[in-house]
Structure formats: C-alpha cells, structure tokens
C-alpha cells in the first residue's frame, strides 16, 4: 500500500513532451488481426500477494483476448512511475491508487493518463463510491474498484487464550490487553517503527474509532485546528510508544521485521490490512482480527477501497482501445471472482462468491469510519498537511518529542 509522493514539479516539467493524438485498433476477441504487445507495470509492493491473482487473470485475458499480448511486470511503483514520467517512457497500463492519494489527479491534471469514458467502461455494476474513485474532475481514468480493504488488528489466539484475553470489544478492553500481555512478558504489538507506513497504521486504525468526528469536520472544511479527539489520538499513540505496548525499542524494526515476529509468535498483535490476509493465514497458530472498537464499543473499519485492480492508461500508449480493454476486464465479474478467491477482501458487489471465512471476520464493524490519511490529502490547500503528519509528527510522537495538541498545530498550519 504505498503511497509516496510524486512531485507536482516533475510531473509539470515532463508533461511537455505528451503529444494528444492516440491510435486506433482493433480489439477483437479472435486471433484474426494482427496481434499487439502491451507493457502492463503491475504493484511490486504487493507482488507476494498478488503474483498467483494476476498470473491466473492474465490468463484468463490471454485465452478470451488471444490478439492482444501481454507483457506484465511487477515495476509499478510510484518511484519507478516517477522515472518514467522523466524520461517519457510510460508503460501502456499502470497501476494506480484512484483517489487514495493525489497522485492519480496530478498524473491526469497534467496529461499523463487517457481520459476512459469515450470507451463507454460498464458502470452497471459498480456502486457510486466505485466511481468516485476512479474519478479525477468527472472523467474516469481507472478501473473500477470492486473490494473494500482496511486497516485493522490481527493478534495470535493461542497467545490470547494461554491469558484468559477475550477479543477485545471497547477501547478499555483493547488497552487492558496490552497492559496484561506486557506484565506476562509478551511484546502486546508488533511494530515497525522504522517504517513510514508500519508506523501510521495503527494511527489509521484507532483514528476512525476514537476521532471520526474530528475527521468529518475537517472533511467538510473545519481548519480551526480544534480537534480534541485527533489530540487525545496522537497522545495515546505516543502514550503506547512509551510504555513498551509496541515494543521495547518501537523504532527499531521495519515493516517486514514487525510481520515476521508477529508470525513467528513473538507479539500477540500487529495492526495490518486486509491486504495481507494471505500473509497471516501462514501462521503455525490461530489467528483472529478484529475492527478496533471505539470507546463505545462500535466497531470501525476505515473507507478505503482496494486499489489491487484499479490501472490506468497511458496517454501516450500506441494501443489505447488493447489497453482499455485490459483495463475494463480487471473490472469485469470473472476477474474479481479470481481474485475473491485468492484473496480475503470484502466485496461492494452482490454477484462476487466469497467463502473465506476470515472476510466473515474482516465483516464485522459496525461503520465505516474516515481514513486520516485520506481526509488530510483531500484538504483544499496547496499546503500537503498530510505529509507533515505522516512524515514529521508521527516519527516524533513515536520518539515522544511532540505531544498530541503540538502534532495538531504541526498540520494544521501545513492545511
């Protein structure tokens, strides 16, 4: 899931080079016109999870498609997105993040990416929040979403057992887990300080429990920086640093380092995606997950639909009705079948069979609440105060150097 920044200065630099013109061709489903390559950049961060998903999908494609060729490659991330941009050497179809982040919009604003609805893409299935996010100023320029994926908390369920621990059903319950697992001895959570988003995921995690009003204040145009509850989030972040909940050095390990002692059973928890289900299922113990519980007791999960299909288009692409026509079938029933039932993610459409019992667990929130993240991007500012708290007031709540009330003015002056 990464989400790095392309500079809005790269990408004005190189858009000078796009020309508008695109060539047609033929997209039949036989063999009988000439057949054409297209290079597809899929996501090399995910590769572990998905390499079987897409090997079995662009099969799929290859035998109903047979005349257009594909080269996939697992080199889409945004750094190597970057390069290409420089050098004008985009592939054909790329991965993208639709509106998780900003990249998407600045790729389209400036000129990266072939505008979709002249393909007339099938809209009929997909709920609206499926077409908001592949879209930038009303155009569509990715494939639709068809699974909510999202942040949440694994925890090892012998571990749980062996202490009497039931899975935890407010915020109370949660805190008193750690606080008994750390008095047996036992590392409570697995945390990757070290890591930019290792580090952010539980913060993703409690905010739409404990500081969801906060949240749709500032969605709906609230910059007067009071946000208690977003304040009272960063101290118990900080707070749980410093008490040894994430370990006894919380910076001292990276993302990869904090899922492998979480599978090797060396901490009870570790907060992960949906994503990684696959991941976690290998585990030689029982494991169980869970939404966090608000003070409440409501169960949040956090908006944010699965960017696993969703490409776009180059607009420089020699082929862009092949292209499109990759990227309208990783929307289509047979492609998101294949990947239900590789993969434990929920799904926002009724016609997709799912018999994982792991996604009857991932079910089980009562509300979808903001993604912090998300809501910080979505600011109408030039400043990027999502940066500034992903990249500067998390690392010093984490080291304790900034209380919760200072990281609320650290981004508030950024929006």
């Given at each position: ?40 950049w899929g996501d090399p961060d995910n590769q ?235 585990t030689s113990f029982r494991t169980g997950c ?126």
């Amino acid at each position: 899931m990464n989400m790095r920044r392309i500079g809005k200065n790269t990408l004005c630099l190189a858009a000078a080079v796009l020309f508008s013109g695109v060539a047609a061709a033929s997209c039949k489903k036989g063999g009988d016109s000439a057949a054409v390559t297209i290079k597809v950049w899929g996501d090399p961060d995910n590769q572990a999870v998905l390499e079987r998903v897409f090997d079995e999908i662009n099969s799929a494609f290859s035998a109903e498609y047979p005349a257009i060729k594909l080269d996939y490659q697992y080199s889409g991330s945004f750094d190597a997105l970057n390069v290409a941009v420089q050098s004008n050497s985009l592939p054909d179809v790329f991965w993208v993040q639709g509106n998780k982040s900003t990249k998407m919009a600045e790729l389209a604003r400036a000129g990266f990416l072939l505008p979709l609805d002249q393909y007339a893409p099938d809209r009929s299935r997909f709920p609206p929040a499926s077409l908001e996010y592949a879209m930038v100023d009303g155009v569509t320029y990715c494939t639709y979403p068809c699974f909510i994926d999202y942040a949440l908390v694994y925890y090892n369920a012998d571990i749980f057992a062996r202490y009497g621990i039931a899975k935890p059903r407010t915020w109370g319950d949660f805190v008193a887990a750690m606080e008994t697992l750390l008095a047996a001895g036992i590392t409570p959570v697995a945390f990757g300080g070290a890591d930019e988003w290792a580090r952010y995921w539980p913060v993703q995690v409690m905010a739409a429990a404990i500081a969801d009003d906060d949240l749709e204040r500032i969605k709906d145009g609230d910059e007067s920086g009071n946000y208690p509850q977003i304040a009272e989030l960063f101290d118990y972040y900080r707070e749980f640093c410093a008490r040894g909940y994430f370990g006894k050095n919380p910076a001292a390990q990276n993302g990869d380092s904090s899922q492998l002692a979480f599978l090797n059973g060396q901490a009870a928890m570790i907060f992960d995606g949906t994503w990684n289900s696959t991941v976690m299922k290998q585990t030689s113990f029982r494991t169980g997950c869970f939404a966090m519980p608000g003070k409440d007791g409501t169960r949040a999960a956090q908006s944010g639909y699965s960017n696993f299909n969703t490409y776009a288009v180059s607009r420089k692409t020699a082929h862009p009705e092949e292209a499109f026509t990759y990227v309208e079938f990783l929307g289509t029933r047979e492609a998101q079948q294949i990947m239900a039932n590789h993969l434990a993610s929920i799904p926002v459409i009724g016609d997709i069979t799912v018999n994982d019992p792991m996604v009857a667990e991932f079910s089980g929130f009562d509300k979808v609440g903001n993604n912090i993240y998300h809501v910080l991007s979505g600011v109408d500012t030039s400043g990027r105060p999502q940066d500034v708290f992903h990249s500067s007031v998390l690392p010093a709540l984490m080291t304790g150097a900034m209380t919760g009330a200072e990281g609320v003015r650290a981004f508030t002056a950024e929006m």
